[in-house]
């Protein structure tokens, strides 16, 4: 298994900037890519970043501009730094990874979640 553990969420004013850590930890043998997704209430949890093994990025073109992911390969972490932050921006940022974990003798591969962690844009 794998657990992932998000922090740096928080309230902040318009135009300000919050940057998210997830931290991935457990039996893992590799992980292919990681990833941040938000969702707000009563919606789906939509992609906002992800990176790759290799370190390529995707990010959503309408956080393109001002959201950058990055990530810490030694420590299995990845990183949001969101910028000039909007009220559309609030919602629950979740960390996804894509990882092959050792089971007993052998090893399985699956999708993990974060607990999530809080954004808030409000003045």
């Known amino acids: 298994q794998v657990r992932l553990v998000e922090s740096g969420g928080g309230l902040v004013q318009p135009g300000g900037s919050l940057r998210l850590s997830c931290t991935a930890s457990g039996n893992i043998f590799t992980i292919a890519y990681m990833g941040w997704y938000r969702q707000t209430p009563g919606s789906q949890r939509d992609l906002v970043a992800l990176i790759r093994s290799s370190g390529d990025a995707t990010i959503v073109d309408s956080v393109k501009d001002r959201f950058t992911i990055s990530r810490d390969s030694t420590n299995n972490a990845i990183y949001l730094q969101m910028n000039n932050l909007k009220p559309e921006d609030t919602a629950v940022y979740y960390c996804?990874?894509?990882?092959?974990?050792?089971?007993?003798?052998?090893?399985?591969?699956?999708?993990?979640w974060g607990q999530g962690t809080q954004v808030t844009v409000s003045s």
């Open positions: 996804k990874a894509d990882a092959a974990y050792y089971s007993g003798s052998t090893r399985d591969a699956g999708e993990f």
